[in-house]
């Protein structure tokens, strides 16, 4: 009868042994010499890399690496010198699987400790073998080494939905592999400023945006997230229409966090290349202002939002044009929002000659939004689902958005706060 075969792998992140309290490891110690046994195996295979003993949920300052033919164990192990230091672009770990993220290594590294024989050991590292022992050593040494995992990781590695967990991984990976700003004939949707911040280019390639290449769930301008927030806060979000390609970013949220929801986007100006890259193009769907309204089962929007500034606002079809959207909406609940840099006069009295109820959000940063709808809304009741769905989606930071600054306008044009 022979032994059962154990397979062992590194834990990721998010399971609760790899934060355990680190203690010495002896050569003596049950605990060190199955620790020995384990990274043994997993470091049969070839290939230059280092792991840390919590990351198989043994909290020991022990790592072992495998260098060529050679396989050493290292216990106390510190990193004495460290030069070259650089961005380490689109890097990924044992720990964190396929997310990527850009992170500050040392291209050398001298690593120090002591042998199972107790003898010392010194060894000068450099290239991919010196970013794997920093990763394993991120775990010995750093009190918090996942602070950088974001509420977009999270919903990616903890959610259940394939959709999800598709998208994010494809709009991980387009962001982190965008050219960087300065890099020689960069070309495409996409243009990193600095190791957090992607800008996203239109067609043409003129920007239209920029993403939080960590955290693409929240988008990085105010305005994006003042309207995120108010669109959790309605009742349903399957069909939402963004006419604003400056909204890109909010797109790009909403489609990394829900699943069943169709994007509408208008057919000029929006960056279908940057969609395209980013994997979201199964959940998107062109349409046009003028588009005539579905009838039966066709769907109808929970949500419409519409750029202030855009001509035909302020045009001789500006009303023709808003009554069509006024019919597109789903229901009561249903929302219209027209996104401007400040109080717009004209565009206020046109939605109050169109839709029941108006209200009004004034933010210093994301400038003034406007929120028709068909109903009077349940204010009290959209707050208690924003604080819900924010709690679901690991972003307790869009409840503020979501719920401060409503002011209902009424027919004399006063601002009620509610």
Not at 118 to 143: F, H, K, N, R, W
Request: glycine letters at 8%; one cysteine or more; proline letters at 9%.
């Amino acid at each position: 009868m022979t032994d059962p075969v154990i397979s062992h792998s590194p834990l990721l992140f998010n399971d609760p042994r790899i934060g355990l309290r680190i203690r010495p490891a002896q050569t003596d110690d049950l605990s060190t010499r199955a620790a020995m046994r384990i990274l043994d195996d997993l470091l049969a295979r070839p290939g230059n890399r280092a792991i840390a003993a919590p990351a198989i949920g043994l909290p020991l300052r022990y790592l072992a690496l495998r260098r060529g033919a050679d396989l050493l164990h290292v216990l106390r192990p510190r990193l004495s010198a460290a030069s070259a230091f650089h961005v380490n672009r689109a890097e990924t770990s044992p720990a964190t699987g396929p997310m990527r993220r850009h992170a500050w290594r040392a291209g050398k590294v001298t690593l120090t400790g002591t042998q199972p024989s107790g003898l010392p050991i010194e060894e000068e590292l450099d290239g991919a073998l010196a970013i794997s022992v920093q990763q394993a050593m991120d775990l010995l040494d750093s009190t918090a080494p996942f602070d950088w995992i974001t509420p977009f990781h999270r919903l990616w590695a903890e959610g259940a939905n394939p959709v999800i967990r598709a998208r994010s991984e494809g709009i991980n990976s387009a962001l982190h592999q965008a050219p960087w700003q300065g890099d020689a004939g960069t070309v495409g949707p996409f243009l990193t400023l600095d190791p957090r911040h992607v800008q996203v280019l239109d067609d043409a390639g003129a920007p239209v945006g920029t993403l939080d290449a960590l955290n693409p769930s929240r988008p990085a301008c105010a305005l994006g997230r003042r309207c995120l927030g108010i669109l959790i806060a309605t009742s349903a979000l399957t069909h939402v229409m963004i006419a604003a390609p400056r909204l890109t970013p909010l797109a790009v949220a909403l489609l990394s966090m829900l699943p069943d929801l169709t994007l509408h986007h208008p057919t000029e100006g929006w960056p279908l290349r940057a969609m395209t890259a980013l994997q979201l193009t199964p959940g998107c769907r062109a349409a046009a202002l003028s588009d005539p309204v579905p009838e039966g089962s066709g769907p109808r929007m929970d949500a419409i939002l519409l750029d202030g500034g855009a001509d035909w606002l302020h045009g001789p079809e500006a009303t023709a044009l808003m009554r069509l959207q006024s019919r597109r909406l789903s229901g009561g609940a249903a929302l219209l929002l027209v996104c401007c840099p400040a109080p717009a006069p004209g565009i206020e009295d046109l939605l109050q000659s169109i839709f029941p109820a108006l209200y009004v959000i004034e933010d210093g940063e994301a400038g003034t939004i406007y929120v028709a709808a068909k109903a009077r809304l349940d204010l009290p009741a959209a707050r208690s689902r924003a604080m819900r769905r924010a709690g679901q989606l690991g972003h307790p930071d869009l409840i503020r958005p979501a719920t401060e600054g409503w002011q209902m306008i009424v027919k004399s044009g006063e601002r009620r706060a509610q």
